[in-house]
C-alpha cells in the first residue's frame, strides 16, 4: 500500500498501524490511519487549511487519549494536538516542521500519555510560549528598573518594584489594546508612543502616566484634560491604576522613550487575546498569565515567605468542580449523577421548574470565599461554573439569560478573596 510522506515515516520508526477508517470526519481532512508509535496512540489525518475548534473539541470528547496529527498536503508541515482529561483545552503545536524535528519525534519514547502531553506542551505548546514570555517579560523589567531617573530612593529592590508594577501594568494594557479597548485602535500603544517620540515629549511622564492614574483608574467625568485627550477609553474599578506608596514617593519618576519603545514593541511582538470565540485553535497569551508571570519573578525567599506558588488551572478546575458538586448534592439535594450533568452540561431538565427556581435561588445567595487568592484562579474557575450552572437553571424556568448581567451578579456578589500580597489582590481583581 502507498502511504503519504508522513505515514511513511512513523512507518519507519516502527509505528503500529490499526486501521485506517476510524469513523472520524473533518471537512477537508481523510483519515490516513490511527495506530500506535512506542505506546502513544496517534490519529493522523490529511488535507487542506486547518481544524476548527468545533472538531477539535469533538474529537477529544470521545477520544481520550491519543494526539491528533493533521498534515498539510504536500507543505512538510503539520499540526499537532493532545489533551488530557484534565485539560479544558488541548495543547496545540502549529506548523511543526515534522521532517526535520528529532525533539518531536523522542516524545513518542517517553513511557506514558500524560508525560507525552506536558512534554509537547512544554517543548512546542503554550508552556514553550509562556516561559519564553516571561524571561522576555524579566529581561524588560530589568532595563526599565536600570533605567528609572527621578527616584526619591534609588535602592535597587524599591527600582525592581515600581518597574514590576508598570509591566504589569502595561501586561494588563496590552490585552485592552488587542482587543481594541483603547479608543477602539489596536495600535493604541505604538501610535501614542510614537506621537509622544514625535513631538518631543516623555513617553512615561505625557502618555502612561496620564493613562494608567489619570484615565484607567477614574471614572470620565473625573478625568484630566489630558486624560479625556486620548480618546475613548474605560474606567476599570480596581487598585493595579492606583499609585503605590514609592511612585507618590517620587513625582519626578521617569524613563527614557528608548526604553519603553522596546517595552511596546515587546508586548506587540506576542498574539494576546481575551476572546475565546475564535473558530481556530490558537496559541495565544491571556490574562490568566499574570498570576503565572507575578509568581515567575518572585525571588525564591519571598516565594517561600508568601507561601506564593501558581496554581496550574487543570488543578483549580478540579478543585472548584468537586466543590461545586458536593454543594449541589448536600444543598442542592440532587444525586451525584444529577449534580454531574449540571456541571458537565448546564442542563437541569431534570428538575421541575419550581425546585430549579429555589436552587438558582441559592446559587445566587451563595459566597466563595479563596482565603489564599493569588491572582485568582480557583475564583475564575468558580465564575465560570456559577455562570454555567445558573444560566441552565434560569433556561429551565423560562427565564430569558442575560450573560454580562449574570457576570456581573456573580463578581459583585458571590466571589470573594483575600492575600497578603497586595499586587495579588489587585491582579485578582483584573482578572475578574
Request: aromatic share 12%; glycine share 8%.
Amino acid at each position: 500500500m502507498e502511504y503519504s510522506n508522513m505515514l511513511s515515516h512513523l512507518v519507519s520508526l516502527g509505528a503500529e498501524l490499526e486501521h485506517e477508517d476510524a469513523g472520524i470526519a473533518f471537512d477537508g481532512f481523510k483519515q490516513f490511519a490511527s495506530g500506535r508509535l512506542r505506546g502513544i496512540r496517534f490519529y493522523y489525518f490529511e488535507g487542506t487549511g486547518g481544524l476548527s475548534k468545533r472538531d477539535v473539541a469533538g474529537f477529544f470528547r470521545t477520544h481520550t487519549e491519543g494526539c491528533l496529527i493533521t498534515a498539510l498536503d504536500h507543505s512538510g508541515m503539520a499540526d499537532v494536538y493532545a489533551q488530557t482529561f484534565l485539560d479544558r483545552e488541548p495543547v496545540v503545536v502549529q506548523a511543526l516542521d515534522w521532517k526535520n524535528n528529532a525533539d518531536f519525534w523522542s516524545l513518542f519514547e517517553l513511557p506514558g500519555y500524560l508525560e507525552f502531553v506536558f512534554e509537547l506542551d512544554r517543548r512546542f505548546g503554550r508552556r514553550r510560549l509562556e516561559m519564553r514570555f516571561v524571561s522576555e517579560f524579566r529581561k524588560h523589567r530589568n532595563r526599565l528598573a536600570d533605567a528609572w531617573i527621578g527616584l526619591t530612593d534609588g535602592c535597587e529592590s524599591v527600582r525592581m518594584q515600581i518597574a514590576l508594577d508598570t509591566m504589569l501594568r502595561m501586561f494588563f494594557v496590552a490585552f485592552l489594546a488587542a482587543r481594541g479597548t483603547l479608543d477602539q485602535r489596536r495600535s493604541f500603544l505604538s501610535d501614542e508612543a510614537c506621537r509622544c517620540v514625535k513631538e518631543g515629549r516623555s513617553i512615561y511622564r505625557d502618555f502612561i502616566q496620564p493613562l494608567f492614574f489619570e484615565t484607567l483608574n477614574r471614572p470620565v467625568r473625573h478625568r484630566t484634560v489630558r486624560a479625556i485627550a486620548l480618546g475613548d477609553i474605560p474606567f476599570l474599578n480596581g487598585g493595579l491604576f492606583t499609585p503605590s506608596e514609592l511612585e507618590k514617593q517620587s513625582p519626578q519618576l521617569n524613563a527614557p522613550n528608548a526604553v519603553w519603545l522596546d517595552v511596546i514593541d515587546f508586548f506587540g511582538r506576542y498574539a494576546l487575546s481575551t476572546d475565546r470565540s475564535e473558530t481556530k485553535p490558537i496559541l495565544r497569551l491571556d490574562p490568566m498569565m499574570l498570576g503565572h508571570v507575578f509568581e515567575s519573578l518572585m525571588s525564591q525567599d519571598a516565594r517561600r515567605s508568601t507561601g506564593s506558588y501558581y496554581t496550574p488551572m487543570p488543578l483549580a478546575r478540579t478543585l472548584a468542580k468537586e466543590s461545586f458538586e458536593y454543594w449541589l448534592i448536600q444543598n442542592g439535594h440532587l444525586t451525584e449523577g444529577e449534580a454531574r450533568q449540571g456541571i458537565a452540561l448546564g442542563d437541569f431538565g431534570f428538575l421541575s421548574v419550581e425546585r430549579a427556581r429555589k436552587l438558582d435561588l441559592a446559587i445566587a445567595d451563595m459566597t466563595v470565599l479563596d482565603p489564599a487568592v493569588g491572582s485568582g484562579a480557583f475564583l475564575q474557575c468558580a465564575f465560570e461554573l456559577i455562570h454555567k450552572i445558573r444560566s441552565g437553571l434560569m433556561s429551565r424556568c423560562g427565564e430569558t439569560v442575560h450573560s454580562g448581567l449574570l457576570a456581573r451578579q456573580i463578581v459583585s456578589r458571590n466571589l470573594y478573596g483575600v492575600d497578603i500580597i497586595p499586587a495579588a489582590n489587585q491582579l485578582c481583581e483584573l482578572r475578574l
